[in-house]
């Protein structure tokens, strides 16, 4: 097993709109891009990020080699709760996810 963030190029977090963040995983390469498709289930990455599964939406970009997540931000952008007025951190948290490809 592996930490994500040693397996693929970046990972990279930012704002999709005031109410839900995005994280792209660039994966390199067309083989480890397919790894991640059949090994990184879209529940381990809600788990991560504490959303429920049915919440989080995935994207499988074959022709850049990018998984795309995008889930409802905690709390609204700019409100008295939000700690990352620009999402820019969650993309730190998910590249710790231990991965067995």
Same mark, same amino acid.
Not at 30 to 50: I, S, Y
Not at 57 to 80: D, M, T, Y
């Given at each position: /097993?592996?930490? %994500?963030?040693?397996?693929? &190029? *970046?990972? @990279?977090? *930012?704002? =999709?709109? $005031? ?11 067309? &083989?480890?891009?397919? *790894?991640?498709? !059949?090994? #990184?289930?879209?529940? =381990? ?5 504490? +959303? $429920? &599964? +049915? ?8 022709? #850049? !080699? ?6 409802? @931000? $905690? ?7 939000? @700690?990352? /007025?620009?999402? =820019?951190?969650?993309?730190? %948290?998910?590249?710790?996810? &231990?991965?067995?490809?």
């Amino acid at each position: /097993m592996a930490e %994500l963030g040693q397996i693929v &190029e *970046k990972i @990279r977090s *930012k704002n =999709a709109g $005031p109410f839900w963040l995005t994280v792209d995983v660039f994966c390199g390469t067309p &083989e480890v891009f397919e *790894k991640l498709c !059949n090994g #990184l289930p879209t529940g =381990a990455v809600a788990a991560v990020f504490g +959303a $429920p &599964e +049915a919440e989080v939406l995935r994207f499988e970009i074959g022709a #850049l !080699n990018v998984l795309k997540f995008s889930l409802p @931000r $905690p709390h609204v952008q700019g409100s008295r709760r939000d @700690r990352d /007025m620009h999402g =820019a951190s969650w993309g730190a %948290l998910l590249s710790e996810l &231990e991965v067995e490809l």
